[in-house]
């Protein structure tokens, strides 16, 4: 299947009560209807997912993005193109993300609801299994920081 550029036919993006999109982009998920009798394309830019890796976490909304990768893997696509990164077939990559999502928000959540500050939590943090994936986070301190604070900051009601 020959990639090409397509305009957004339709935008879907789940606005809650903030007026933000799910995920830290307005251009958050996007299903492109190609012309009739060809396959449904599809297009999620969140930008870092498709970059080899686990998606960098300290300028979004983590605890949306779950969900968003739910809604993707329900619409019928071939490919997923990133805004970095090569095209990607199949859904494996949404599972990974999805599995790293979720271990690293819980572990913050339960850090915050336990009072710790930044720098326990970052002791605290465990993402093993997650060390080819997230390879990113894990060989830059200073990037785990980020995104630990950026949760932190959310969860403390920070937009």
């Known amino acids: 299947m020959a990639l090409s550029p397509v305009s957004p036919s339709v935008r879907e993006s789940r606005e809650r009560g903030s007026g933000r999109p799910p995920v830290g982009s307005p251009d958050v998920t996007r299903a492109n209807a190609p012309p009739a009798g060809s396959r449904l394309r599809g297009r999620w830019n969140p930008g870092d997912l498709f970059y080899g890796g686990a998606p960098y976490l300290g300028d979004g909304y983590p605890q949306d993005y779950v969900a968003t990768l739910e809604a993707l893997k329900a619409l019928d696509v071939d490919v997923l193109v ?25 572990q913050v959540t339960g850090f915050h609801a336990r009072g710790l500050s930044l720098d326990e939590a970052l ?16 060989g830059n301190p200073e990037v785990l920081r980020l995104e630990v604070s950026r949760m932190y900051h959310v969860l403390d009601g920070g937009s």
Do not use: K
Not at 91 to 101: E, F, G, S, T
Not at 130 to 135: C, Q, T, V
């Open 82 to 106: 990133g805004g970095h990164g090569p095209p990607v077939r199949g859904r494996a990559v949404l599972d990974q993300a999805q599995q790293y999502i979720r271990t690293y928000w819980d």
């Open 123 to 138: 002791q605290q943090l465990d993402l093993s299994g997650f060390e080819r994936w997230a390879l990113f986070q894990l």
